[in-house]
């Protein structure tokens, strides 16, 4: 589920990299288990609704997904461009105003008005599926659609499919974000992750922005020859549509929708060691609350060029435990890590695996009561163009500075009481929502410090029952 101007635009990223993946591997243009779990074979031949083939060749695929945006812009683009196909009508929402960069709009607004009409295609798409594993919600956190009809969405999933996980991918606002309201979206947003979501993958603008700036100067050095690898999903788009002119921010999406590929290559493809996405959650979730988890990529710079050598695979576990790799800025090394999981995706052993973890485990803090706290992933088919890659996942107290410096944003703006009429204006919105939302961001802070102290302090744990209250 894609959600504002950020989300579809992730999204589409994320379908055009799948199909290019999925491509690559199924030469013959069968519609096998691998496209099934995250595309339909539709039979449009005849107009109308078409039925689903589940096996044979590919008629017409249909990606699971539903595109909400509350400007049409982005989804028109979509509809205009080489992926008009894979997403039909009945599998879009748009209005033309937008939310002005307002959460209440998105949330209380669009979200009341929206409501069944988001239910009804929720439950369609749904219904399409033998087997529904889990949602992904994809938004930004400081617009107003992503952050404020986004949380509606994933309060929505909740009501209507209580026993099936949800996954959230929220990307932050920079601090020197052009959206003055950013910080109340955000925390306003926060309020609905802490309390409905299972799984949140917190990405950074600004770590996305110094990822690209690095690639663009190893590229630009001449260090790595000046030619671009066209297949080098990580860093372009070029191969797929040519005529368009990239956008600013198509490499930054290119990164997340990486990170989606690799976090759902287990669902997608074969692999000696197959993790079913809902293992995350119950894997790397020790606490309800503390449910965002930390990722890094890898590799990302090796893709700048044709000439770079496939580094080794010990350099690549190095790398993911790396800031420079992170999608956060954050330090975890410092940090208490409550779990880790590594999807690792091309020709890698078991023994690789376990080599590395041992020879990492020393330099990484694990929680007294969660020493084994490890999950791992094998799927067998790389990213295209590559040997293989590795995404990291960590559940690690690091996270908290990102959201102090949330906080104090937010803070700055609410002490002056600066721009709250835009948001008191809207039907069902009061000024305890805000100080609802500051302090539950402050109760999320406040557990990570009591998990930091253990840290610090001694080996018994007396705070854990505590939090999982």
């Not at 890659?389 to 803070?411: G, H, I, Q, Y």
Request: with cysteine.
């Amino acid at each position: 589920v894609a959600v504002g101007q950020c989300g579809n635009q992730v999204g589409c990223r994320f379908w055009d990299l799948a199909l290019r993946e999925h491509a690559a591997v199924n030469k013959k243009g069968i519609y096998d288990e691998a496209l099934s779990s995250f595309f339909r074979n539709v039979d449009t031949r005849n107009g109308g609704d078409g039925r689903d083939i589940s096996k044979g060749k590919i008629c017409s695929l249909k990606a699971r997904a539903l595109l909400i945006d509350m400007e049409e812009g982005v989804v028109n683009e979509i509809l205009q461009g080489p992926l008009r196909d894979v997403f039909d009508s009945k599998q879009l929402i748009t209005d033309v105003s937008g939310s002005g960069n307002n959460w209440a709009v998105g949330h209380k607004l669009y979200g009341y008005q929206y409501r069944e009409n988001i239910v009804e295609k929720l439950r369609k798409t749904a219904e399409h599926c033998d087997c529904l594993q889990c949602f992904f919600i994809i938004h930004s956190m400081g617009g107003g659609t992503g952050s404020g009809l986004g949380t509606f969405v994933l309060n929505l999933l909740e009501d209507e499919f209580p026993e099936v996980y949800r996954f959230v991918t929220s990307v932050y606002p920079s601090g020197e974000d052009d959206v003055i309201t950013s910080p109340y979206n955000s925390v306003l947003a926060m309020k609905e992750l802490n309390e409905h979501a299972d799984c949140v993958l917190p990405i950074e603008n600004e770590s996305l922005f110094d990822i690209v700036n690095k690639i663009q100067q190893m590229v630009n050095s001449g260090k790595l020859g000046s030619i671009v690898k066209q297949n080098s999903l990580v860093t372009s788009s070029a191969s797929s549509t040519k005529t368009v002119q990239e956008k600013p921010f198509d490499a930054m999406n290119n990164i997340i929708a990486n990170l989606l590929l690799n976090l759902t290559s287990s669902a997608r493809f074969e692999g000696s060691l197959n993790m079913d996405l809902n293992e995350i959650s119950m894997n790397l979730v020790p606490f309800p609350r503390l449910h965002y988890l930390v990722s890094s990529l890898t590799p990302l710079y090796t893709l700048a060029d044709v000439n770079v050598p496939a580094r080794r695979l010990d350099q690549m576990f190095s790398d993911a435990f790396s800031r420079d790799h992170q999608l956060i800025q954050a330090d975890p090394k410092r940090s208490l890590y409550l779990a880790c999981a590594l999807l690792v995706r091309g020709n890698v052993q078991i023994s690789d695996l376990r080599r590395n973890i041992e020879r990492l485990k020393p330099s990484m803090n694990f929680v007294s009561w969660n020493q084994e706290g490890w999950k791992t992933g094998l799927c067998s088919v790389p990213p295209v163009g590559h040997s293989h890659s590795l995404l990291a996942l960590a559940n690690n107290t690091c996270v908290k500075p990102t959201f102090m410096e949330l906080k104090d944003r937010f803070m700055r703006l609410y002490k002056k009481k600066a721009h709250l009429h835009h948001y008191l204006h809207i039907d069902g919105m009061e000024q305890s929502c805000f100080s609802e939302a500051i302090s539950s961001l402050s109760d999320l802070i406040e557990e990570y410090n009591e998990l930091d102290a253990i840290k610090s302090g001694p080996g018994i744990d007396p705070a854990r029952l505590k939090i999982a209250v």
